[in-house]
């Protein structure tokens, strides 16, 4: 055993000596060139046999081992501070996990607490899940609530208590509704007219019948309506005018800020209260299914929140090919109280109902997309119409069918002519080669419907091609680089004018120069 034992001594003393040695070898080798004295020896001895030129490479030597040992200690030095200012951060950031885990449990706790109060709350005050917050409280000679027998009892019953109260007054108000004769006798001329006299004379709303036109030929394209411009030209208030003139008033959903999703449109159930917050806009849809009648919903300042988030999914809908493919989902199950018109607690989005938004583009509001735009049609109004004698003028009953056969009926009389869509494959050609950017089939198709309406409605084809070309196609140049696109402008505008002619597309024109002037 002895023996064993001085030869593990022998062992490991060759692997922690060696170690040693590494240690020792490094003090030795820093005391070595911190070693002043030694430096002073050196230059001493060998003094006497320098001459007057060396001396100055003896100092220069000098001056590098200086430089030498000044840098090694500033890395040292630096070094430290480093794994000082590390290691400070690192207890910092455990002293802040410690601290935030402590905050998420005060916060359980406190949400906990909160939950019992309210839940106390409620239970003094006589109402649980299911009955109406609404209804009125006895309370007795102490101040405490005075529960009755039945009350104790009630609960929610899917099989006769409805979620939906709104939606199922409709449905009772409907059984006695005598359908409105509507005038369908009009041509778009005349509707464009009338109500341009009926906004002026009943409402001292002036707007020049261009914008009239534009915005009732965009019905015939678009289910989304943008009006866009200066605040004070009355964008808010064309669509309202339109719903007088109609004698269907227009729903106005005025946007806040904290819209993030569909439950601002529609409502959403409540499963505390087991009852679905209607919304009046939800209302009006749900109305719209029953009365063959042209319904406005206004989304005023539709961009002080992002449309994307609170519209997306009626975008994605309201692009489906068949209408019998507009379907929402309110809620996931099936009561038979629920409403007549929901079918497996899905809603049929009624197709006689147009989304007309109105935006500012100011600090207050967030930019619209271009999938926004490319899925509606951009009406700019940026100046006030003049005021105009107009005879007085009452308004009409639209139903929405006619007037959809009206926009049929245009659409096979108008048609964009061959020579027209030839053009315009061409300049997607040019747009592609210069600009490198195309527009897709979706434009090429709202241009074949909203034309011929727009003509229809005493507007020229060439009109209708160069405002939708503006607005739709050229206004996508504003995301481009525009001092990259500056010296191809010109040649476009020139470009236009070969394949158009050199009096038309006054618009496109207009609007590019104003690009180039914005570079």
Not at 71 to 88: G, N, P
Not at 182 to 192: F, K, P
Not at 401 to 419: G, I, M, Q
Not at 460 to 478: C, N, P, Q, S, V
Request: proline letters at 3%.
């Amino acid at each position: 055993m002895d023996l064993y034992v001085k030869f593990l001594f022998d062992f490991m003393s060759q692997f922690f000596g060696g170690l040693a040695q590494i240690f020792i070898g490094i003090f030795n080798g820093i005391k070595q060139m911190l070693n002043i004295g030694e430096y002073y020896d050196i230059v001493h001895r060998y003094s006497d046999d320098i001459n007057g030129g060396e001396w100055i490479l003896v100092i220069i030597a000098i001056v590098l081992v200086t430089i030498l040992l000044g840098s090694i200690i500033l890395l040292f030095v630096l070094f430290f501070k480093k794994y000082i200012r590390i290691r400070k951060s690192l207890v910092e950031q455990e002293s802040l996990l410690d601290e935030l885990g402590k905050l998420n449990n005060d916060v359980f706790k406190l949400t906990s607490e909160k939950e019992k109060l309210f839940a106390m709350k409620v239970s003094q005050l006589g109402l649980r899940p299911g009955e109406d917050p609404n209804e009125k409280v006895e309370f007795d000679d102490k101040g405490n609530p005075i529960i009755k027998d039945d009350d104790k009892k009630k609960d929610v019953n899917p099989s006769t208590d409805s979620r939906f109260y709104k939606l199922i007054q409709i449905d009772k108000e409907m059984e006695t509704y005598v359908p409105i004769v509507t005038n369908n006798d009009l041509t778009l001329i005349e509707i464009c007219e009338r109500f341009r006299n009926f906004a002026a004379s009943n409402l001292k709303l002036f707007y020049k019948i261009d914008i009239i036109r534009l915005f009732l030929a965009s019905f015939a394209s678009n289910r989304l309506i943008i009006l866009q411009g200066i605040s004070g030209t009355g964008k808010t208030s064309l669509p309202y005018a339109w719903g007088k003139f109609i004698k269907n008033d227009a729903i106005i959903a005025s946007v806040q800020p904290s819209w993030r999703d569909r439950t601002e449109l529609f409502g959403f159930f409540n499963e505390f209260t087991k009852k679905f917050n209607e919304t009046e806009v939800l209302k009006k849809m749900y109305e719209a299914t029953y009365i063959d009648q042209v319904y406005i919903t206004i989304l005023d300042e539709m961009n002080i929140a992002r449309v994307e988030y609170y519209f997306a999914e009626m975008l994605s809908i309201l692009e489906m090919p068949s209408r019998s493919e507009w379907i929402i989902d309110l809620v996931p199950s099936v009561w038979p109280t629920d409403p007549k018109r929901l079918v497996d607690g899905k809603l049929t989005l009624p197709e006689n109902m147009w989304y007309i938004g109105t935006i500012n583009n100011d600090d207050s509001t967030f930019m619209v997309t271009d999938k926004v735009y490319d899925r509606a049609m951009p009406i700019d109004i940026n100046d006030k119409g003049q005021k105009f004698d107009a005879p007085y003028t009452e308004g009409i009953k639209l139903s929405s069918k006619y007037l959809e056969s009206l926009f049929a009926e245009a659409y096979t009389k108008y048609h964009v002519s061959e020579e027209n869509m030839l053009s315009l494959t061409k300049m997607d050609d040019y747009v592609i080669e210069h600009f490198r950017m195309a527009f897709g089939n979706r434009i090429v198709k709202q241009l074949r419907e909203f034309v011929p309406a727009y003509m229809a409605c005493g507007g020229t084809e060439m009109e209708g091609i160069d405002y939708l070309i503006a607005h739709k196609i050229l206004r996508k140049f504003e995301q481009l680089n525009l001092s990259f696109i500056r010296d191809e402008i010109d040649g476009f505008i020139t470009f236009l004018s070969k394949i158009y002619g050199k009096d038309n597309m006054n618009e496109c024109k207009t609007y590019l120069l104003r690009l180039k002037k914005m570079m």
